[in-house]
């Protein structure tokens, strides 16, 4: 069986299927998106140029939510249910909605808070992580899985880019405590290539 991971040092999508994949034997490849070579060489492994990337046995899958599915078969783990989906599509909306204010300002335009693309921005974000708290304190999440997995990945990347403020959010903060000494945690933390 081989099993190739492409992702960045960074990317929190594609460490939580690092984590995800810790009972299974795989190679990591990174993927310099900056340099023209090896991004022109990752356009030929997808066309979407995004991380994650899982290569099983010669079988491309995009996506962290398709890898996550084929890849809970193969661990024979139970399908997440729908409260255990939205919580993730909330986790990837608090992703998206950071990256997009953060590709804004790298792209020089100025983050005004008037301009509709940033209000829905704000809007999303702030209610996303209110609600988020509201699930640490009404759910247990004591279990080191893959909700768990997703939630601790999404604080580390926004504590890395310095993009959320948690003391506002002490419950999301507990619920990660207990995983943060994890070998293989503390083995992938972002760090800039
Ligand atoms: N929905 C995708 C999101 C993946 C994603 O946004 N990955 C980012 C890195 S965190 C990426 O590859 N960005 C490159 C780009 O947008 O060009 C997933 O869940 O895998």
Redesign the pocket.
């Known amino acids: 069986m081989s099993l190739v991971l492409y992702g960045?040092p960074?990317?929190?999508?594609?460490r939580r299927i690092r984590l995800l994949m810790e009972p299974l034997d795989c190679e990591f490849q990174f993927v310099n998106?900056f340099e023209a070579k090896p991004r022109q060489a990752y356009a030929q492994i997808t066309p979407i140029?995004?991380?994650?990337v899982l290569d099983d046995n010669g079988t491309r899958i995009f996506?962290?939510?398709t890898i996550q599915q084929h890849l809970f078969k193969t661990l024979a783990l139970p399908e997440l249910s729908i409260d255990d989906q939205n919580l993730i599509s909330v986790i990837?909306s608090v992703?998206?909605s950071l990256?997009t204010v953060m590709m804004c300002k790298r792209s020089g335009i100025e983050v005004d808070p008037d301009l509709l693309i940033f209000a829905l921005q704000t809007e999303r974000i702030k209610d996303s992580l209110n609600w988020l708290e509201q699930q640490c304190l009404s759910r247990d999440l004591s279990e080191w899985n893959y909700l768990s997995m997703c939630l601790l990945t999404m604080v580390h990347w926004t504590q890395f880019r310095n993009l959320v403020d948690y003391r506002e959010y002490p419950a999301i903060l507990a619920a990660i405590a207990p995983f943060e000494n994890r070998a293989l945690v503390q083995d992938t933390l972002p760090v800039d290539p």
Not at 49 to 52: A, E, L
């Open positions: 960045t960074t990317s929190p999508f594609a998106f140029r995004k991380v994650p996506d962290s939510h990837d992703l998206d990256v």
